[in-house]
């Protein structure tokens, strides 16, 4: 097998192969997929899409909305999680992203990260999917939030 | 008329009585009371709920979702405008904001002022209606986002 | 007098010539055009200085670092700012902001207005002084904070 | 040896005797410890210092300063940051990063793992150090930014 390059580091562990990965799995993916055609980037050019599965079967998606002030651009990520989150839905089984960059996968930024994260504690991870939108065969980045975001800050342990 | 004090400012011309609105602001503002039960605000205690009316008459509804880092905190206004924008919604009509201030109303962030403003470009300024869940006779603060951010900042100038 | 758009809005009663501000502002818009000398911007190409004078005749300045993640980049009047207060200094005079848009002066964004802000309460307000690094004759928007931020958000009130 | 809780994980493999460390890092401990002497945090009360080693010798520090508009807010290690990169210093040896968590080191958010990893890129990462201000016997959390970040997001690869 030839070596995969996850942004300059080879992961091939935990590389999978997008068919062999569960039919939900799949349908999040392409879910993904589809809601990055709606994203808003005419700075970076650059358009991303997510989509979460919570606890209770529903698909939330999004993609990033970018702004001349750059500090104010949100990603598909958190688009999607805010979703989810304004509907009374604060358990993230999965998230799937779908971008494309040419020497790897796209993985959330470190804002998205310590975002889920803060709904991933108490033992509760989120599987976190890293795919691209057209490349066949399809590999899919297969890792989760915790993983993403190893030793990470919360405020609650100082209360 | 007693004086009203929006955030320490006197600010009677733009204070309507909620009666008095339009039926469709009315609603808005009932959307965003609604979507201020599921805000996720543990840090604060500071539900904020809004509704965002867009062009074709939808209306999509977020509340804030705060994080140990507070940084990575998202507005109510925010989570309104991802939802309507990754549907592909970018015109955006009305804001309505509920929260409940002692000293006044609760207006939009800065950074929620700078995220909408980029949708209200090219001479389409977007109403906001300010208001409070509970006080009764109730009062709405009536202005717009481009009125919050005069001289606003963008890039597009730019290139 | 031709007319001068700021943003495209006209805006002539606060525009000044440079040469007709007092010393210490001139001597303030020039630390921010020498400060943006250092910004980082790869993703933007969009060069931002800042300068802030504290109440004790100090000045701090700032450029704007951006990030491949947008949402992470943080703007030259912050930068300036955040230098400030972590060396104990919480009370601002004025801020010089010095950038080149062809349609406009650069006014701080959202963001930036809705930090600054925080420090410009209680009767305090601070100067704001937006120039062009080289457009001669130099002529300058000279605004505040508190303009800038009208009905500004803030959490105290709900204390 | 009793084990030692990293936010609620065991790490003991990384966490150092203070008084083994190299005279160069308890220095940097030290300014970052002095420098959360100036945190700006009336609403979380929570108090952090940082400071960052550039590649010249230099140390820059930094604390975190917070706005009643959370997401507005500026953490200590992103505040030091901006402070060496406003001065065109970009390379970063080290940051040190204290604050007082009863259940564990307080490390580095997500955005400012992302905003340093901007500068840990080509091969170079920044060492990290997270410790508390006054526990004795000191113990320290060692660890870095690239570590902090794994797989971490970057733009550049899509350009
Ligand atoms: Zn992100
Ligand atoms: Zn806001
Ligand atoms: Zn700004
Ligand atoms: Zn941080």
Known sequence: MTQVFINGATDAANVREHDSLDASIQELIRAAAEARNHAYCPYSNFAVG???RTSDGSIYTGCNIENGAYAVSICAERTAAVKALSEGKRQFVACAVV?????GFTTPCGVCRQFLAEFASNGRDIALYAAKPTNLPLRVLCTSVLQLLPNGFSLSSSK
Chains 1, 2, 3, 4 share one sequence.
């Not at 971008?99 to 020497?103: M, P, S, W």
């Open 50 to 52: 997510a989509a979460i």
């Open 99 to 103: 971008a494309q960059q040419d020497n």
